[in-house]
């Protein structure tokens, strides 16, 4: 029987629809060689999710091995400093490589292994998803390639020893502005020449789908592990959802699995950098415009010839002029606000969390904590916050170092 093309069906879980939509946002804006290797993995990923042997498997290895669940952690001398709403910490930190993103890459690997890929590539700014990748790459057997602009080289020389170890090929990408943007067209590229035999492993909920669906899947974990442990500790839901967006992949994996209690607010915090007047920012859901970047719609930096602005933020995680599109559709239907934190600030949030709680924080969560320390006081103290704490800060400490003087 032939079905009619023109009425997308959801998923199951709502969005996105069958052609990869969250409302006008996503879609799959790749060249035609792609096309096929994107319907093999829609498929396979269909079929995984389905299938109680994969889910198994997964829930294993995110057991055993990146240490799930993580604790829902109550910060008492926090909530008692700042005297208002009880913060929750959401400890993706203390997951295995610290911080969420294993999540995902233990996903793709399993998925990988399943489409019998024998090679895995993926790009990174921060580093801490190459290190998560090449950390499953040699966990797996597969070998590895991880795109990584030069720019980033020097700024996280840290992790890109890290990935060497972890027998990794780090390939320097010196082209445009250096960064996470001119890496990920690199590994796009290099997946078209060699679909075959290899499975790109994007870090964020962007690019083509079903990357932006697969990865919210991959990572909802989160936000599931999180409502159970609250409805345990306090016997009821939060009232705030607050996670840093970089492609915004810790956030939804927080906020998806709340989507349905509409008394759940989620707060999406992105990188004022030196302000939001300053042109270096990475402000992309509050100051970008909808157009198309790796292969899918939604808002991005960009100027008035539509070309991608190069963003900016002390953090390189969030440094990125896109976001997913599932993230502008929860604007646009006004589920979640967004809103923007400044390097300085995030300086004193991650100097917060450090005396206050002794966890030294990632520089990308600490734009969210520095945001809870302003929200937290007007609340009454009742009221819940939880908020993810996606990484830990070790691998930004030669950057603050340069910011704070002690
Ligand atoms: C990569 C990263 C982010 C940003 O990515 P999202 O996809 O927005 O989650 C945030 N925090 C940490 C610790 C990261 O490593």
Redesign the pocket.
């Known amino acids: 029987m032939q079905k009619k093309h023109n009425k997308p069906r959801p998923y199951g879980r709502h969005l996105p629809d069958r052609y990869g939509y969250f409302g006008e946002f996503g879609g799959k804006f790749v060249p035609e060689t792609l096309m096929h290797a994107l319907e093999e993995l829609e498929v396979e990923l269909n079929r995984a999710l389905r299938d109680k042997k994969f889910l198994s498997q997964f829930d294993y290895y995110l057991q055993e091995y990146a240490g799930r669940p993580t604790p829902l952690y109550f910060a008492g001398r926090l909530t008692e400093k700042l005297g208002g709403a009880r913060i929750y910490l959401k400890r993706e930190d203390l997951a295995h490589t610290g911080?969420?993103?294993i999540n995902n890459t233990l996903g793709q690997a399993l998925l990988a292994k399943k489409m019998k890929k024998a090679r895995l590539i993926a790009e990174t700014g921060?580093g801490?998803?190459g290190v998560a990748t090449a950390t499953v790459a040699a966990m797996f057997g597969f070998t590895c390639d991880i795109y990584m602009g030069t720019e980033d080289i020097k700024r996280q020389a840290l992790n890109v020893y890290r990935m060497k170890l972890l027998g990794a090929r780090v390939i320097p990408v010196d082209s445009g502005s250096r960064t996470l943007k001119d890496a990920t067209n690199e590994a796009i590229r290099d997946w078209v020449t060699n679909v075959r035999n290899t499975h790109y492993v994007l870090?964020?909920?962007v690019g083509p789908h079903p990357y932006p669906f697969m990865v919210r899947e991959f990572q909802s974990v989160i936000g599931k592990e999180a409502k159970s442990q609250i409805l345990k500790s306090e016997k009821r839901l939060p009232d705030f959802l607050i996670a840093?967006?970089?492609?915004?992949?810790?956030?939804i994996g927080l906020f998806h699995p709340f989507f349905k209690d509409k008394k759940v607010k989620f707060v999406g915090v992105e990188a004022a950098g030196r302000g939001l007047h300053s042109n270096k920012h990475a402000a992309t859901l509050i100051e970008g415009e909808i157009g198309v970047l790796h292969g899918s719609k939604s808002y991005l930096l960009q100027n008035k010839n539509g070309q991608v602005n190069i963003a900016h933020s002390i953090s390189a995680?969030?440094d990125y002029p896109g976001v997913g599109p599932e993230h502008s559709y929860y604007k646009k239907i006004k589920r979640a606000r967004y809103l923007a934190v400044t390097d300085r600030d995030a300086l004193r949030g991650f100097r917060l969390l450090s005396e206050y709680e002794g966890i030294i924080p990632?520089l990308?969560?600490a734009h969210a904590i520095y945001y809870v320390s302003k929200l937290a006081p007007k609340l009454k103290k009742n009221k819940i916050i939880i908020l993810c704490l996606?990484?830990r800060g070790d691998k930004d400490i030669d950057i603050v170092r340069e910011h704070i003087k002690l």
């Open positions: 911080a969420h993103k921060a801490q998803h870090g964020s909920v840093c967006v970089g492609g915004g992949s810790n956030s995680g969030l990632a990308e969560p996606s990484g």
